[in-house]
């Protein structure tokens, strides 16, 4: 009697528990999906070749120019990108939601604009840091995005041309403003095209070789141990607390020491291969930090915009008064004002006014224009789309 054959296993495991009927309607699902993807994956060249088609529209325009002062063309348009999103989420019916969806048209465009021109972005580093998130988030993971050490570091790589655009963190809606960027302004001639604002959601992390059970300290930078202080009270209290430059430099610490942790965001956990012990443990779940694009050009009305000037007052009683009189006047709604010191003047003050509007809307225009009677000095900083995403 000959011996019986092994029971032959199915190749596909999911064949074991599914009936024949199910199986044939999962295959037939799992084909309409390589489908849809083949269309999608020529559609995405299809996207690719007009982005390139624009690229030489641009060049020859610039080659056949008689303008001495058209030197370049400019190939990132944030007006346009910011109408894009918005029609992306405008058009979208699910069941993605509609920030994702945008999130995933800002990667394909960020690879056509790579097409058209690489992009190099400056920003305030090391890598791994939110001023990094911020900037993947705004130009996508395709821009050759450059660490700087400071703020001041940025705007020079972009006033030298050696970076194209710059990120800077402008202010936290815990911690307030940053004074370094403003004050980057009172002595740089650069523009803001843009701004980003990202949700900070800090976590705790550890590396691989991390003893959790022997944790004696906890890297990352004061503001993030401020953002955190509850929780770490709470869950915490008796580890050592060390500021450090950066959240990305907390990170960094962890890969050669067992018993530390850090606290940071994705980017960093990502960076450094470090794992999410916690995640969340802000203590306030709303935190949010704006950021600033910087650049050369003047930006477009895109339909939904602000605009920032810098002002120079007189030295008199009620100065600040006068100033937003004619916004008021003119439906112009202020959306933040912060003072600086007007170096090297002693007990002189420059003040930040955010508003919404294009200077090219008329009741903007001139709002700004029966300012500049009433001031030393104003100067726009920029007009530029509001943030998307």
Same mark, same amino acid.
């Given at each position: ?74 190939f990132y348009r944030p007006e346009r990108e910011a109408q894009v ?48 998130a911020a900037a993947l988030k705004h130009f996508g993971k395709a ?10 570091? *940025? ?17 936290n809606s815990s911690e307030g403003v940053v004074n370094h960027t ?29 003893? *959790? ?20 009270? *709470? ?19 962890? =890969? ?53 000037? *810098?002002?120079?007052?007189?030295? =008199? ?7 937003? =009189? ?64």
């Amino acid at each position: 009697m000959s011996e019986q054959s092994p029971e032959q296993k199915p190749d596909n495991p999911e064949q074991t528990d599914t009936p024949a009927t199910e199986q044939a309607f999962l295959n037939q699902l799992r084909q309409n999906i390589d489908t849809v993807d083949s269309q999608i994956h020529t559609l995405i060249n299809n996207r690719a070749r007009l982005a390139q088609q624009v690229a030489t529209v641009k060049k020859e325009h610039v080659a056949n120019s008689k303008d001495a002062s058209i030197r370049n063309p400019i190939f990132y348009r944030p007006e346009r990108e910011a109408q894009v999103l918005k029609a992306v989420m405008a058009r979208n019916e699910g069941p993605i939601s509609d920030e994702k969806m945008a999130r995933l048209f800002r990667e394909i465009m960020s690879v056509c604009l790579d097409l058209e021109a690489p992009q190099r972005i400056a920003f305030l580093g090391p890598v791994g840091t939110f001023t990094h998130a911020a900037a993947l988030k705004h130009f996508g993971k395709a821009a050759d995005t450059v660490p700087m050490t400071t703020i001041t570091d *940025v705007f020079r790589e972009v006033e030298a041309g050696t970076a194209m655009y710059g990120v800077v963190p402008v202010e936290n809606s815990s911690e307030g403003v940053v004074n370094h960027t403003l004050d980057g302004f009172l002595s740089s001639s650069l523009k803001i095209i843009g701004e980003v604002e990202l949700p900070i959601h800090q976590n705790f992390l550890v590396a691989q070789h991390t003893k *959790v059970d022997s944790l004696s300290r906890i890297y990352s930078h004061q503001q993030s141990l401020a953002q955190c202080r509850h929780w770490l009270d *709470v869950n915490f209290p008796n580890i050592e607390r060390v500021a450090v430059s950066s959240n990305g430099e907390a990170a960094r610490r962890l =890969k050669n020491e067992w018993h530390s942790a850090a606290i940071a965001g994705d980017v960093a956990a990502a960076e450094y291969d470090l794992h999410k012990l916690y995640s969340n443990i802000e203590d306030n779940p709303s935190n949010t930090t704006r950021f600033l694009i910087i650049g050369h050009e003047a930006i477009a009305p895109s339909g939904q915009d602000k605009t920032s000037i *810098v002002v120079s007052a007189h030295d =008199k009683a009620g100065a600040l008064i006068e100033i937003l =009189k004619p916004l008021s006047y003119h439906g112009v709604s202020m959306t933040s004002i912060e003072t600086r010191p007007e170096r090297p003047n002693k007990w002189a003050y420059v003040f930040f006014i955010d508003m919404d509007g294009h200077i090219q809307d008329p009741n903007v225009s001139a709002a700004v224009a029966d300012i500049k009677p009433l001031v030393k000095d104003l100067r726009v900083l920029g007009s530029y789309p509001k943030a998307v995403l």
